[in-house]
């Protein structure tokens, strides 16, 4: 069935460097990829996200790439910050209202 | 501001309890969701709607009904609740940005606060 893995399951960076979080599709009908931020004790909110037919998008800080080839796209957050400290899941979408997510990702930001 | 709200925030029930979560939105949304979060699992798809009184099985969606009688109002049914459905349960609605040129659209998700359910 559809999946979506994704790695690696926690990130611990130094304030200032960057992290990348990677993820794999399985369905290659999927053509939409957003990307969710939860904050500890608070909702799921999305943070960017990426159409099948772009291969790049950055919003200020973050930026998502997608290779359609590989199914694969990840998400770059640049020069993080402690606020950057959240559990962060991706997610495909082959418009058939499923949205697949990963298992997410720990990221500490430490100071 | 939108809004997806989850009745209950936490709650404790008994094995073999029946057990009502409601969710509620304001945006006018057609879909609604109701995802299980477990550590090391992500958000996996219980139930979601497309259109008042319909329904459709996500992934897991067996211990679990779902009730569509609003369009606002998604409520999840565990009818007899056991140990391994503790968890939290977070609710989403959603609406379909289309891109100019593009048939399908994106499914923006926006979610509860989240209910998390201890069965004992």
């Known amino acids: 069935g559809e999946n979506v893995e994704q790695h690696p399951s926690t990130l611990s960076v130094q304030e200032g460097d960057s992290a990348v979080i990677k993820c794999t599709y399985s369905d290659s009908a999927s053509n939409y990829f957003p990307w969710y931020k939860q904050e500890l004790g608070k909702r799921p909110q999305l943070i960017i996200d990426?159409?099948?037919?772009?291969g790049e998008k950055k919003d200020q800080r973050i930026a998502v790439t997608l290779n359609k080839t590989a199914k694969h796209f990840s998400l770059h957050i640049t020069e993080t910050q402690p606020e950057d400290s959240a559990v962060y899941f991706c997610?495909?979408?082959?418009?058939?209202?499923?949205?697949?997510f990963g298992a997410g990702t720990r990221l500490f930001v430490k100071a | 501001d939108v809004k997806v709200t989850q009745s209950s925030r936490y709650l404790v029930k008994r094995t073999g309890e029946k057990v009502f979560l409601e969710c509620v939105q304001d945006m006018d949304h057609e879909n609604m969701f109701w995802y299980r979060q477990d550590p090391g699992l992500g958000l996996r798809l219980i139930y979601f709607s497309y259109d008042v009184k319909m329904k459709e099985k996500g992934d897991i969606p067996e211990g679990y009904s779902v009730s569509r009688e609003k369009k606002e109002r998604f409520s999840l049914i565990l009818e007899s609740a056991s140990t391994n459905q503790t968890s939290m349960y977070l609710c989403?609605?959603?609406?379909?940005?289309?891109?100019?040129?593009?048939?399908?659209?994106?499914?923006?998700?926006?979610f509860g606060a989240g209910s998390r359910l201890t069965v004992l």
């Open positions: 990426i159409r099948s037919n772009v």
């Open positions: 989403a609605s959603s609406y379909y940005r289309s891109t100019s040129g593009i048939s399908s659209g994106a499914n923006v998700l926006t």
């Open positions: 997610a495909a979408f082959t418009g058939g209202f499923k949205t697949i």
